[in-house]
């Protein structure tokens, strides 16, 4: 069964305090993997998709990478405006490897920046 | 243009009403999703549509009736709901609903905020 496993559950840095966020998964074949942010009360909005390990994306201050096993969202010098939950998704696979659209999700980082 | 909508944002209903949540996105996405999201807890995935059929259905109870009238429009029908089923309700497109190879990433609607009296 995939599974999507997010560290910590909640993060607490003052301005400017770097910081990783962690997203360990276990699948049989990934075939992708995505970040997203969500403010309170708000949907999901698309951070990044990574699809094998080495890969590399950055959108400000913020940087995504991904290993055979884990991906890690880096937040350099993070704002007060950088505070929200986290959330990264794979793909959930048939035993043929093929994704009929289903995410499965981690539970989240709750990220608050503190001025 | 980049945008899925929902309307309304936010739906008060009681227990015997029947009501209905609305998305639309203009991306030309050939699928399209339904989320259930309760507080603290990661979106919950309900139906999803591939070339405006039904494929997948989450064991989703008949109370909710899902609809996509065409390749822009998704609706929820809702009826005689129960107060657990109070929730922020996510819709969501993209491109293609699978590959066999990379999957494409979702969309998010800003979703609408459900309370069930």
């Known amino acids: 069964e995939d599974q999507v496993t997010q560290s910590p559950e909640a993060l607490r840095l003052q301005e400017g305090e770097s910081s990783s966020l962690n997203c360990s998964y276990t699948?049989?074949?990934?075939?992708?993997l995505f970040w997203y942010r969500q403010d309170p009360g708000k949907g999901p909005e698309f951070l990044f998709t990574?699809?094998?390990a080495g890969e590399e994306k950055e959108k400000e201050r913020l940087k995504a990478t991904l290993t055979k096993k884990e991906s890690f969202l880096h937040i350099t010098a993070p704002k007060p405006e950088d505070s929200a939950t986290y959330l990264c998704?794979?793909?959930?696979?048939?035993?043929?490897?093929?994704?009929?659209?289903?995410?499965?999700f981690g539970q989240g980082t709750i990220l608050t920046v503190h001025p | 243009d980049t945008e899925v909508t929902q309307t309304p944002k936010h739906l008060v209903m009681g227990m015997t009403n029947k009501k209905s949540l609305k998305c639309e996105q203009h991306?030309?996405?050939?699928?399209m999703y339904w989320y259930k999201q309760k507080a603290k807890k990661p979106p919950e995935l309900m139906f999803v549509?591939?070339?405006?059929?039904?494929?997948i259905n989450e064991s989703v109870p008949s109370r909710f009736s899902p609809e996509c009238p065409n390749s822009s429009l998704l609706n929820l029908h809702l009826h005689a709901l129960q107060p657990e089923d109070s929730a922020l309700y996510l819709c969501?497109?993209?491109?293609?609903?699978?590959?066999?190879?990379?999957?494409?990433?979702?969309?998010f609607g800003p979703g609408t905020r459900l309370t069930v009296l």
């Open positions: 969501a497109s993209s491109l293609y609903p699978w590959t066999s190879g990379g999957v494409n990433e979702q969309f």
């Open positions: 699948v049989s074949g990934l075939r992708g």
């Open positions: 990574l699809y094998s």
């Open positions: 998704a794979v793909p959930t696979t048939n035993a043929g490897g093929t994704s009929y659209g289903k995410l499965t």
């Open positions: 991306m030309g996405h050939r699928a």
């Open positions: 549509y591939s070339y405006e059929k039904l494929s």
